[in-house]
């Protein structure tokens, strides 16, 4: 039997490392409540994103849902989203009471087509939620510019933008909030979390009281909250995985780089594409297959690879907009160039420890299929 290739693994320290970093906590017993390596996991996060302020949260999903509320908007308005993200950028709108609108996106970097957001853009609209996806910044400047022209709110999706930068600046200084996605499948990771980088302190507080049951001390509660907190082993790995990302990160561009030279002009391949002043992380390596040229779909290389036990991921797809939660509410037609991207993309199998001898049977698997 061969040997299972999964599409990511997750990043660990040396054992000792984390052991060693946890050790205090059998001194201490403190294990949550952000306790100290909660607090310094906060402050390395913001040297490292070169942002103002980050709320560690104990999940992504609960930074995005609970920084919309934050944001104060109006029960009913719309946010203009995308339908290429993950279940939880679209659950997070619904479930706060909000209405999703789907802008289409761009054929080249499956970001938000920003050539049709403003179009979407009615009396009703509260805010803009764009994502950044695989790695592939927005057009900022463009959603930028659309917000300031209708007082909206802009929460960013950076889930997929770990440490990425654009033009020099960190990645969640742009627009109200961005939200970060920590689970154990990025490329950084605290086992399960996520945190929001922002600069208004109003907001901050706010984002505080939402996390924490709305307690401010002992004795006051002045607002009604959730808990999201991040837990004290969960800030320890990712202080150690904070010391080794550079160099996981440094092992995923050597594999994507790989993928680059053997499926470069392949025709009815399509590679992703590198972003001018964007430092990548190279969290994914999406790959378009267009049928009509490379002779087979991409379901049909999703089927062959796992014959073979690897296992490429069909991300994204379905679209959100197409789910069976959603039947009859949202109409994934709408937005044809993602249902186009969502029935062609295949995420390959990204991880530093991912040597040469397996780069290679994938790759092989793949070109051989072409007819």
């Known amino acids: 039997m061969e040997k299972r290739i999964n599409v990511t693994r997750s990043l660990l320290p040396p054992f000792e490392e984390y052991i060693e970093e946890i050790r205090p906590m059998w001194e201490s017993h403190w294990l949550t409540n952000m306790g100290e390596k909660h607090q310094k996991l906060e402050r390395e996060l913001s040297k490292y994103f070169q942002v103002p302020n980050v709320s560690l949260m104990s999940n992504g999903h609960m930074a995005l849902e609970l920084s919309l509320q934050a944001l104060g908007l109006k029960p009913g308005g719309q946010v203009i989203t995308t339908p290429f993200t993950f279940a939880s950028t679209t659950h997070a709108i619904v479930r706060n009471n909000l209405e999703p609108v789907f802008c289409d996106i761009s054929p080249a970097d499956f970001t938000m087509d920003t050539a049709k957001l403003e179009e979407l853009v009615t009396d009703k609209t509260v805010a803009i939620l764009p994502v950044h996806v695989y790695g592939n910044i927005c057009n900022v400047e463009e959603i930028s510019r659309i917000a300031a022209k209708y007082g909206l709110k802009v929460i960013y999706d950076a889930a997929h933008a770990f440490g990425e930068t654009y033009r020099g600046v960190g990645i969640g200084n742009f627009g109200d909030a ?194």
């Open 178 to 371: 961005s939200m970060f996605s920590f689970h154990a499948t990025k490329v950084f990771h605290t086992i399960e979390g996520g945190a929001v980088c922002y600069g208004d302190a109003d907001f901050g507080l706010k984002l505080y009281r939402l996390k924490n049951f709305g307690i401010r001390n002992e004795e006051v509660v002045d607002g009604v909250g959730a808990n999201a907190k991040m837990n004290e082993f969960q800030a320890a790995m990712g202080l150690c995985n904070l010391r080794h990302v550079e160099k996981e990160i440094e092992k995923r561009r050597q594999v994507a780089e790989y993928y680059r030279e053997r499926l470069h002009g392949v025709d009815g391949l399509r590679l992703n594409l590198r972003q001018e002043g964007v430092t990548s992380n190279y969290a994914y390596f999406p790959i378009i297959v267009e049928k009509e040229k490379f002779g087979v779909s991409r379901d049909e290389v999703c089927q062959k690879l796992r014959e073979h036990g690897v296992y490429a991921r069909k991300y994204f797809y379905p679209l959100t907009n197409g789910f069976a939660c959603y039947k009859g509410r949202f109409d994934a037609g709408m937005t044809p160039i993602a249902w186009k991207i969502s029935q062609q993309v295949l995420t390959l199998p990204l991880y530093g420890e991912l040597g040469e001898p397996e780069l290679s049977q994938i790759c092989s698997i793949i070109l051989g299929l072409k007819k």
